[in-house]
């Protein structure tokens, strides 16, 4: 029954106020403003994912610059690797500067040792760079190192025993 009575009210309100009559043309004008009310719609839909593109591409970079923080145990491998690196440097430097022809030969024929080893240490090394969270090769580089001055070491004994028994003949 109310339903009745607000349409009787409605139809008498569209009678006593008659609406202005359409132009012909009208439809063309409607198309035009839904044609621009899509493409802004559009821009500003392309301009949403561009900012969210953006924004993760930010955030992909702050991430990243924050994981590559350098961990404790890498910065006393470092250390450790170049103390060690100097150490068989100045080793190597003062047997190959040696004018003895014993030292020498004793070099020559442990040279091939500890190219082998300083090889596997690169390719070590390698693998460490492309992985550096693996502390397992952490270890093993350092491993590599003193094995390098172990063999120096026994190179360095060699040596001193070589000495030893020269000077225990000249004595006699």
Request: hydrophobic residues 40%.
């Amino acid at each position: 029954m109310k339903a009745q009575k607000l349409k009787k009210q409605f139809r008498a309100w569209e009678e006593i106020h008659q609406a202005p009559p359409l132009k012909t043309d009208h439809r063309a004008v409607f198309r035009k403003r839904l044609g621009k009310r899509k493409t802004s719609t559009f821009q500003v839909r392309l301009l949403q994912w561009a900012a969210v593109a953006i924004v993760c591409i930010g955030l992909a970079n702050a991430l990243g610059f924050f994981t590559a923080t350098v961990s404790e145990e890498e910065v006393r491998f470092q250390k450790a690797e170049i103390h060690l690196m100097q150490v068989i440097e100045q080793q190597l430097l003062f047997y190959e500067t040696h004018p003895s022809p014993v030292v020498q030969e004793v070099i020559a024929r442990s040279k091939t040792q500890l190219n082998q080893l300083q090889q596997d240490y690169h390719v070590l090394y390698e693998q460490w760079e492309m992985q550096p969270q693996q502390p397992q090769l952490i270890h093993a580089l350092i491993q590599n190192l003193n094995t390098q001055i172990s063999l120096l070491s026994e190179i360095n004994q060699t040596l001193n025993a070589l000495n030893q028994g020269d000077h225990e003949q000249i004595s006699i």
